[in-house]
């Protein structure tokens, strides 16, 4: 196991939140050294199938923080984050992210997301099992809703 007390600390909190009927996911939000946030997978809880640990851990460090650009911020996480978690940390500016256990190792257990990670690889209108496809409003030479957002910005 990792000698990193911050991974550790993802992997008790992990630990308690599958003693509390969760499942075995934490996430830590560190800033200058500093746990500011903590997550812990609340889907089946919340039947929310969003809640994931990394979520949760990034909208804490952003209420906590003040602020949504986290760069210079680490995730530690006791699991791989799934895409939905690895793209909010992308958008949030995280670039340090550092996790216990793999998909490869989640796998026996039903835990894996690399069916949807490998799915994500394909452009969304080629995608397998889903529609994906732009609905643009009729009679709009630009688009309303960006321009109403751009000019009331100003």
């Not at 000698?3 to 909190?13: C, G, Y």
């Not at 978690?85 to 340090?96: D, E, F, H, N």
């Not at 996790?99 to 995608?127: K, M």
């Amino acid at each position: 196991m990792s000698d990193n007390p911050f991974l550790q600390q993802a992997i008790s909190l992990a630990r308690e939140n599958v003693q509390a009927g969760g499942r075995p996911f934490a996430a830590l939000v560190v800033c200058n050294d500093e746990v500011v946030a903590t997550g812990t997978n609340q889907m089946l809880a919340l039947n929310d199938p969003t809640a994931h640990a990394e979520l949760r851990a990034l909208r804490q460090a952003g209420e906590v923080l003040g602020r949504v650009r986290l760069e210079d911020c680490i995730v530690y996480a006791s699991g791989q984050p799934c895409p939905m978690c690895l793209a909010a940390m992308r958008m949030a500016g995280i670039s340090q992210v550092y996790y216990a256990y793999s998909n490869q190792d989640a796998e026996p257990f039903g835990l894996s997301t690399e069916a949807i990670a490998e799915a994500l690889r394909v452009p969304p209108q080629q995608q397998s099992g889903l529609i994906f496809k732009q609905l643009k409003p009729q009679n709009e030479e630009q688009p309303a809703l960006y321009r109403f957002w751009h000019t009331g910005q100003k």
